[in-house]
């Protein structure tokens, strides 16, 4: 097992198998600001946004992620402390609503106010306080634990690594449906219920494999899942 999530961890981390997936949103925003003031704070409203987006097929969430940094005009950290937000209740993605896109730059420009930067908070303070959604200890929170990934991972390929206080070994795996399959597939979960507990099981089982950086499984779960199952994997909510 180790030997084969070794292989397919190095032959899907790559950037061209992430061409058309949420992630280039916050890449694109960190190559913008790169010199800026405020670019560790465009970088992290990107991640939020584009995380938040994540779920449904790869073409539509890059097509929705594109109409939400547009209406942004490419300068998320600007767009939020202005306060004028697009608030609608129509469809910005799937079930997202622009008010629901409004709502969060709102909890944002209030964190903002006070704090330099998200990486402090919890996962659950994140849920609360950035997400508007009510406290759960128990759920996976996919998206924040995706976002975590891009933010703290630090080899230089897919994700960003601009937050240096946490440990790539602190990571806790992004469990979506996908995840869970491939998982439950090679054996590594018998657990049905696509929670935290379910998360951190996986996520003990790869800090075997790569115990500095576990999420670098989820490139093997990734591609595993690829070339095992007919159909693009694509990202999808928990």
């Given at each position: 097992?180790?030997?084969?999530?070794?292989?397919?961890a190095?032959?899907?981390?790559?950037?061209?198998y992430?061409?058309?997936?949420?992630v280039?949103?916050?890449?694109?925003?960190?190559?913008?600001?790169l010199?800026?003031k405020?670019?560790?704070?465009d970088v992290?409203i990107?991640a939020?946004?584009?995380?938040?987006l994540?779920?449904?097929r790869?073409?539509?969430?890059v097509r929705?992620g594109?109409?939400a940094?547009?209406?942004?005009?490419w300068?998320?950290?600007?767009?939020?402390?202005?306060?004028?937000?697009r608030?609608?209740?129509i469809?910005?993605?799937?079930?997202?609503k622009?008010?629901?896109?409004?709502?969060?730059?709102?909890?944002?420009?209030?964190?903002?106010?006070?704090?330099?930067?998200?990486?402090?908070?919890?996962?659950?303070?994140f849920?609360?306080?950035?997400?508007?959604?009510?406290?759960?200890?128990?759920?996976?929170?996919?998206?924040?634990?995706?976002?975590?990934?891009?933010m703290?991972?630090d080899?230089?390929?897919v994700?960003?690594?601009l937050?240096?206080?946490?440990?790539?070994?602190d990571?806790?795996?992004?469990?979506?449906?996908?995840v869970?399959?491939?998982?439950?597939?090679l054996g590594?979960?018998?657990r049905?219920?696509?929670?935290?507990?379910t998360?951190?099981e996986?996520t003990s089982f790869?800090k075997?494999?790569?115990p500095?950086d576990?999420?670098?499984?989820d490139?093997?779960?990734?591609?595993y899942?690829?070339?095992?199952?007919?159909?693009?994997i694509?990202?999808?909510?928990?």
């Open positions: 097992m180790k030997e084969l999530l070794t292989q397919y190095d032959m899907y981390n790559r950037p061209e992430f061409e058309s997936d949420p280039i949103f916050p890449k694109k925003i960190a190559q913008l600001s010199s800026g405020d670019s560790l704070k992290e990107a939020v946004i584009a995380a938040h994540a779920w449904g790869r073409d539509m969430i929705n594109n109409r940094f547009d209406e942004m005009k300068q998320p950290y600007r767009y939020v402390m202005e306060g004028k937000w608030n609608e209740r469809s910005l993605h799937r079930t997202v622009w008010s629901d896109f409004a709502g969060i730059c709102f909890r944002l420009r209030q964190f903002y106010t006070n704090y330099d930067s998200l990486e402090s908070l919890t996962p659950d303070l849920r609360t306080e950035i997400y508007g959604q009510k406290s759960d200890l128990k759920a996976a929170n996919k998206k924040i634990h995706l976002l975590r990934r891009w703290v991972r080899d230089g390929i994700d960003l690594g937050w240096k206080k946490t440990s790539p070994a990571l806790i795996i992004p469990l979506d449906v996908h869970h399959r491939t998982a439950s597939m590594i979960t018998s049905k219920s696509m929670d935290l507990s998360a951190l996986i790869l075997e494999i790569f500095t576990p999420c670098r499984g490139f093997a779960l990734f591609g899942g690829i070339t095992h199952k007919k159909g693009e694509c990202d999808s909510c928990c």
